[in-house]
């Protein structure tokens, strides 16, 4: 990976926290921002159609998807641990010749997953300190849907972000989380031809849906 930020990603969600993400995945299912960025796709046709899940975790998302109807799922992610995981439980529901794993940056990956219907990205625009850069690759990869989750602003998501980072260097972690401007986000996505369809939240997170414009 040749994104520092992404190598300390790769640190900081290690096999333990994959581990601990996937079994509650297993007890409890989806839920939060998650489940609502699942319902927010659930609108749309999704049967033989692709999805790019970006920074995809334990793969919630991309099982969702396989599971109704989809015909494939790409997944790029900066920890090796949780595409460990994704795989491990892929195979376990034998959906193997469904889905594809790549590590690293997204934004560098050199692996190109190609252009698919459906794009995701859950809490992870604000695991990147560029969103400029991020979003408009993920946006270049989109053929009809892309929806995102990201921390709302304001004093108090701004003071839980230093608390994270707070205790992000007493674990010794170099990584950061990042609270980027929800207008300037908005221009953007925009900006590339497509129209915001829905907006919820679970605090402290803003989920959004957005549709290419025909």
Request: with cysteine.
């Amino acid at each position: 990976m040749t994104c520092q930020h992404c190598c300390d990603a790769d640190h900081f969600f290690d096999l333990k926290v994959a581990e601990k993400d996937l079994s509650k995945y297993r007890k409890k299912g989806v839920k939060g921002a998650t489940k609502k960025l699942i319902q927010a796709l659930s609108q749309f046709n999704r049967k033989g159609r692709s999805l790019l899940d970006i920074g995809g975790g334990i793969g919630a998302i991309q099982w969702d998807h396989l599971e109704n109807g989809g015909g494939r799922t790409s997944d790029v992610d900066a920890s090796w641990a949780y595409l460990n995981a994704a795989e491990k439980y892929s195979r376990s529901q034998g959906w193997e010749e469904h889905t594809t794993f790549l590590q690293g940056d997204f934004v560098d990956q050199e692996s190109n997953p190609g252009r698919h219907d459906f794009v995701t990205l859950d809490k992870v625009v604000c695991c990147y300190p560029d969103f400029e850069k991020l979003l408009t690759k993920s946006l270049e990869h989109c053929e009809q849907v892309i929806a995102l989750s990201f921390p709302r602003g304001g004093p108090i998501a701004k003071l839980l972000n230093l608390t994270a980072i707070a205790w992000m260097r007493i674990k010794g972690s170099s990584f950061r989380p990042y609270i980027h401007p929800k207008k300037e986000m908005e221009m953007l996505i925009t900006s590339h031809g497509f129209s915001k369809l829905s907006e919820t939240s679970s605090f402290p997170w803003i989920i959004q849906a957005y549709a290419r414009k025909n």
